[in-house]
T-cell receptor, first 113, second 114 residues
Framework: GENVEQHPSTLSVQEGDSAVIKCTYS??????FPWYKQELGKRPQLIID?????GEKKDQRIAVTLNKTAKHFSLHITETQPEDSAVYFC????????????FGRGTSLIVHP | GAVVSQHPSWVICKSGTSVKIECRSL??????MFWYRQFPKQSLMLMAT?????????EQGVEKDKFLINHASLTLSTLTVTSAHPEDSSFYIC??????????FGQGTRLTVV
């Protein structure tokens, strides 16, 4: 089955700095890569996603890049703000009609004011 | 995005009793629902995948007789933790998906077994 590795497990930055979280996946059949943000005790929220036919996608301060050859994808957050502090999960899906995602272990992002 | 509602948000039960958690898709028909378990500071671990009208598919290591899943309609799936024990205490989250779209999560249920 699919295996998703996510790094780093914790990331501490100053407000205004950029943050990058990296994930690798094992199954070349995976074709959908969502990123979720989870605040303490709350549900994960989809923040951005990318499909395998696209190399990069951007939404305001958030961007995701995908390298299919190397089987890795990254989340980039620019101009970080304290409210960006949360746990971020990457996921990879084999797209078997129902997009069952395999999640990375998560990255705890702390943005210091 | 789509709305998935999960109830209850938290529950405390005595060891040996059973607890039922409901997951509803409010504004769409969910062909597939997923049940996850999340321990503190850990990732979401898929327990089972359920398709409406058929038996759930359980992940390796998940006891199907302990975690009963029913997906009787396109808008409702239930997870029943039978004969709960303290080690079953965890955060349980459901998600629902239409075919070929991303999954949307319920708000989660904090289960504490005493």
């Amino acid at each position: 089955g699919e295996n998703v590795e996510q790094h780093p497990s914790t990331l501490s930055v100053q407000e205004g700095d950029s943050a990058v979280i990296k994930c690798t996946y094992s199954d070349s059949a995976s074709n959908y890569f969502p990123w979720y943000k989870q605040e303490l005790g709350k549900r994960p929220q989809l923040i951005i996603d990318i499909r395998s036919n696209v190399g990069e996608k951007k939404d305001q301060r958030i961007a995701v890049t995908l390298n299919k050859t190397a089987k890795h994808f990254s989340l980039h957050i620019t101009e970080t703000q304290p409210e960006d502090s949360a746990v971020y999960f990457c996921a990879a899906s084999m797209g078997r009609g129902s997009y069952i995602p395999t999640f990375g272990r998560g990255t705890s992002l702390i943005v210091h004011p | 995005g789509a709305v998935v509602s999960q109830h209850p948000s938290w529950v405390i039960c005595k060891s040996g009793t059973s607890v039922k958690i409901e997951c509803r898709s409010l504004d769409f028909q969910a062909t597939t629902m997923f049940w996850y378990r999340q321990f503190p500071k850990q990732s979401l671990m898929l327990m089972a995948t359920s398709n409406e009208g058929s038996k759930a598919t359980y992940e390796q290591g998940v006891e199907k007789d302990k975690f009963l899943i029913n997906h009787a309609s396109l808008t409702l799936s239930t997870l029943t933790v039978t004969s709960a024990h303290p080690e079953d205490s965890s955060f349980y989250i459901c998600s629902a998906s239409q075919q070929n779209t991303e999954a949307f999560f319920g708000q989660g249920t904090r289960l504490t077994v005493v």
